[in-house]
């Protein structure tokens, strides 16, 4: 079963903040989020991660509520190539042995409307 | 840097047909993956490894199998294809400096 609850689609204007939610209410201490897109088909990318700081880079900033059950990303200025699906995932980090792979679920398809 | 390259881009089987998708990367990883997806669902985890000649099971592994006898390459093979196993399938790879996970571009397999 998938640790993470998103909304299934999401409507942005382009030039405006998109801001995806996502629900982790029975996340662990050592367990981080991480969020990853799938743009048409293509192997998923890498946005950002964090376990319990909020988080920024040149892609996206990653806001965590203080008890950890839900966070929000937010692309400030999204634009027609942010159209993608978007996959909010927590897991144990690599070096605190989480290395067996990614679970995801469906994720948000984030469509960017001119 | 290539990063994870993927071979075939396309294939097409034929039920009880047999292949093996290759995945290679230049990044001097540990750790690699094999996921699969389904029209219109998230990637499920098939197989992985976090070195050369360890292999463990994911979520999706039966129909499957893998080795790694390099750190570059992690082969999948399919031994008897079903049409079960239509799918796109995607590599990855990763190690301990880095939370992050570096996909290929996939290979879109048929199987009829």
């Known amino acids: 079963d998938a640790k993470t609850t998103q909304p299934t689609s999401m409507d942005c204007a382009e030039g405006r903040a998109a801001n995806l939610p996502c629900n982790h209410s029975t996340i662990s201490g050592n367990e981080y989020v991480y969020w990853y897109r799938q743009i048409h088909s293509q192997g998923p990318q890498y946005i950002i991660h964090g376990l319990k700081n909020n988080e920024t880079n040149e892609m996206a900033s990653l806001i965590i509520t203080e008890d950890r059950k839900s966070s929000t990303l937010i692309l400030p200025h999204a634009t027609l190539r942010d159209t993608a699906v978007y996959y909010c995932i927590v897991r144990v980090g690599v070096s605190g042995g989480g290395a067996d792979g990614l679970t995801f679920g469906k994720g948000t398809h984030l469509i960017i409307q001119p | 840097n290539a990063g994870v390259t993927q071979t075939p881009k396309f294939r097409i089987l034929k039920i009880g047909q047999s292949m093996t998708l290759q995945c290679t990367q230049d990044m001097n990883h540990n750790y690699m993956y094999w996921y699969r997806q389904d029209p219109g669902m998230g990637l499920k985890l098939i197989y992985y490894s976090v070195g050369a000649g360890i292999t463990d099971k994911g979520e999706v592994p039966n129909g499957y199998n893998v080795s790694r006898s390099t750190t570059e390459d992690f082969p999948l093979r399919l031994e008897l294809a079903a049409p079960s196993q239509t799918s796109v399938y995607f590599c990855?790879?990763?190690?301990?400096?880095?939370?992050?996970?570096?996909f290929g571009p996939g290979t879109r397999l048929t199987v009829l």
């Open positions: 990855a790879s990763s190690n301990l400096a880095t939370h992050e996970q570096f």
